[in-house]
C-alpha cells in the first residue's frame, strides 16, 4: 500500500483539530502529522513537516485565514493548500481560492466526503506540484527593536502598546521580547508573572528547537506572546548577546512581527537587535539632553554604516513642558521624525495598573498616535500622514487580498 498522504491542519482551536485528526486518519491514506496557529508558524512548520495537504481554518478575522494561506503559497511549494469553512459564502469562497487555497471544503460534511475531496484537490494539483520549487528559506516576520539613547524616554511604553496594537489591530501574531537587562519591565506593564524568560530560550538546544521555544513564550490576555527579561536580575550577566540575533531571527519564523524592548543606550545587545531587525524605532523627546544624545546617536550609526533606511525617529511627549517645540526639536535632530506621539497623562495611569494604554484608554492621544504606527506597519488603511517605506509594502502584502 502507498504511504498516506501527509496532511498539517492550520486552526488554532484544539477540538476541532481533534476532530478532523479522528476524520482523517480513520482512513488509512491519509495522515495528520501536526497542527499549526495562523501567521508565520504555519508555513514555518509545512516546511519542516513537508505535508502533501495543509488544510487552513477559514475563519474571522478572514485577513488572518487569508494572509496564512497566501504565506503558505508563497514560493510555488510542493503542498496543496485547501480552506475549511463552517457554512457557505461565495465571497469568502472566492477570496480563499483568490489567496492560494485549491478547494475550499465545508467543516460540517462527512468525513468520508472530506477525505474524497482532498484527494481530489490533491490530485487536481498535482502538474503544479511536480513543477514546484522546494523552497528552504522558511518565512519570516518582521523583527522591529525599540531603541534609545536617553533612560525613561517612553521605550517600554511603545513597545508593549505598539505590540497589543499590533495584536489587536491586525489580528496578527505579535512576540514581544525584553532584551532590557537587568531591570526589563515588560511584563510588569503587562500584569503578567512569567515562570521563564530569555535565558531559558537562550539555553542549549532551545534555539532550533521551535516548539520549545515557542512554549517559552507566555501569550498574554491581549494576545501577545511575551518573552520576559532574566527573572532575577543577578542572571542577566548570564546573558550572551552574541545569540539573540537568532533567537530573534528563530521567534520571527513563529510570529509575523517580534517587537524588541532594549536597554537604554547602544549597548551590545542593542546592537544586536538592530543588527537583525527590519525597522529601528529610536525613540526621543523634545528635551535638550535627549536631543543631543540622539543626534550624536544618529551620527554614530551613520559613522557605522548602519543602514539608515530601517531607522525611523519617533518624537515622545511632543507638546510636553520642556520649552522645545517640535520643529526646534526636528531641526536640532537633523533628521526626519516618522513618528510624533503624544504626551499623555494616560501613559502614567495605565502602567500604573499593569494595563496597556491602546486597550485602558483607547481614545487618548497616546492611544490614537500609537495605533496609527501599528496600521501603518500592518498595511492597514488610514489616513496617512507619514510615507510608506519599502519594508512596509513587503509587510502590507501579507495583510492584503
Ligand atoms: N507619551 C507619553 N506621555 C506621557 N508619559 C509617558 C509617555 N511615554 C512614556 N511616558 C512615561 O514616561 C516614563 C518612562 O517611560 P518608559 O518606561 O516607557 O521609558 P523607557 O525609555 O523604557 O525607560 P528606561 O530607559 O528606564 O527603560 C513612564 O512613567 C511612562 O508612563
Ligand atoms: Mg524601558
Redesign the pocket.
Known sequence: MAEPLKILIVDPQPESVAGLRRALNSFGTLEVVGDAGFGPVASTWAHTLEPAIVIVSVEEPLTRSLSTIQALMRGNPSWTVVGLVNQFDREVFRRTVLAGARDVLLRNSSASDLHDSLIQAHNADTLRVTTAAHDPTAPTGSIVAVF?VK????????ATNLAVALAQESSASVALVDL?VPFGDVALMLDMHPEQDILDALADGVVDDLERLQKLLVRSQHGVHVLSAPLAPDDAGALDSRKVGQLLKRLAALHQFVLVDTP?GLTELTAAALDVSELALL?TTPEIAALRRTHACLRLLQGLEFSTSKLQLVL??IESKTRVSSSEAIEALGHPVAWR?????A??QS?AIGSPVVLQQPKSR?SKDIRLIARQLTGVPVASRASWLPWRRRTALMTAV
Open positions: 534609545g533612560g525613561g524616554v517612553g521605550k517600554t511604553t511603545l532590557d537604554v525613540v515622545n511627549r506621539v503624544a504626551n499623555d497623562y501613559a502614567m502602567s497616546l
